[in-house]
């Protein structure tokens, strides 16, 4: 391919990555003012400043050094430079994110996180910038980002795929693998330097990834409008047991209330169907529907309806594995909200516990 055709294509390529990137920094940053801002979350804002950092990247395509009397490593180290600073925003935006691999957790959500990308990123920034503006050559300005590169998909990898799994999206988990593996093919090519062949493979890697973030901020939007817990008055409960099996019965609760207007089935252990349906039923009597938890200097005379919280605890961490999944829940958005919804304790704080859904909302089927 002769120089012509080659700085037509780069010049294509740039004002590609300018528009495409820049319409997508907005639209994800207009997501976050939506929604992310309320929930005091700034993970979107670091993304959409990663896309921000591309697209400036492709109006350094666009502009005609020479002219301006400036070499083309002024080029070279301004592509660097914004590359740098993409990885730099991805890798901030990590403790934002809702699941993080096990291993890497404490890691990503430590105090000494902005440090430990944060120190790379100079040693990796200072050269570029003395090539830039001291010598006259790049040969050595790719290098350096690219090794950065490699650092921040090593950890979005693996953040990508816990958060799609997570969220019981795993299709989108491994194409999310698939676009890191292109990525790295690309970060390949810059060593190589193979213009023709990097140019394909960013913009598959970019616009892949790009699709990725709006799928991560759709699936947010998603788990938030799936996971807030109905108040009291919307919630609905029906108790059920069926034989499936001679000998052998499924214990469940169908919740009602939920986005979608759909049952959730929850099945129970039978003792913690048991206890749940205990709470229904002094619900529903005559009574004033209070069952009491078992002190710890208790009266050896008198029968307790609850042994301890933890029988509590464990139906709660039951219920909240069937509606969203194992691991799939946290305290604060999920265990706190749904307790609030579903019990209120006596003011008296006489260790008393009740149901605190109206009668109407509450359903025992004949063979429950």
């Known amino acids: 391919m002769d120089i012509v055709s080659s700085t037509q294509v780069s010049i294509f390529y740039g004002w590609w990555q300018f528009t495409v990137c820049l319409f997508a920094f907005f639209a994800l940053l207009s997501i976050w003012y939506h929604i992310g801002k309320k929930q005091d979350d ?12 591309w697209s400036l990247s492709g109006l350094v395509e666009i502009i005609n050094w020479e002219s301006l009397g400036l070499g083309l490593h002024f080029k070279e180290g301004f592509r660097s430079v914004f590359s740098l600073l993409n990885s730099l925003f991805i890798l901030l935006a990590l403790p934002w994110f809702r699941y993080l691999p096990k291993p890497f ?5 430590s105090n000494f996180w902005p440090y430990i990308i944060g120190i790379p990123f100079v040693f990796a920034l200072l050269p570029t910038l003395h090539k830039m503006f001291l010598t006259r050559t790049a040969s050595i300005i790719s290098e350096l980002d690219v090794y950065y590169a490699l650092l921040t998909l090593f950890f979005l990898g693996f953040v990508l795929w816990e958060s799609f799994v997570k969220r019981r999206l795993p299709l989108l988990g491994w194409l999310s693998i698939i676009t890191v593996a292109i990525t790295l093919l690309a970060q390949m090519h810059k060593l190589l330097d193979n213009t023709i062949n990097l140019l394909l493979f960013s913009a598959i890697f970019k616009t892949s990834l790009i699709m990725l973030f709006f799928a991560l901020a759709l699936s947010w939007v998603k788990e938030l409008t799936e ?5 009291p008055h919307q919630l ?3 108790f059920s047991k069926k034989s499936v099996l001679e000998n052998k019965d499924k214990f469940q609760v169908s919740l009602q209330g939920f986005s979608g207007n759909e049952d959730r089935i929850v099945q129970l252990t039978p003792a913690l169907y048991k206890l749940f349906k205990c709470f229904a039923e002094r619900r529903l009597s005559e009574t004033d529907g209070w069952l009491e938890i078992k002190p710890k200097n208790f009266d050896v005379s008198k029968t307790y309806d609850i042994n301890d919280h933890n029988e509590l605890k464990r139906l709660l961490a039951a219920l909240l594995d069937g509606l969203f999944g194992k691991q799939s829940w946290t305290k604060e958005k999920h265990f ?25 909302n509450i359903t025992i089927e004949n063979n429950g």
């Open 105 to 109: 957790a404490p890691l990503i959500k």
């Open 42 to 53: 700034f993970g979107q804002v670091w993304l959409a400043l990663s896309i921000l950092c």
């Open 227 to 231: 996971t807030v817990i109905p108040g």
């Open 236 to 238: 609905k409960l029906r």
């Open 336 to 360: 706190i909200p749904l307790k609030t919804t579903l019990f209120e304790m006596s003011e008296q704080r006489e260790r008393k516990i009740r149901l605190l859904l109206p009668k109407e």
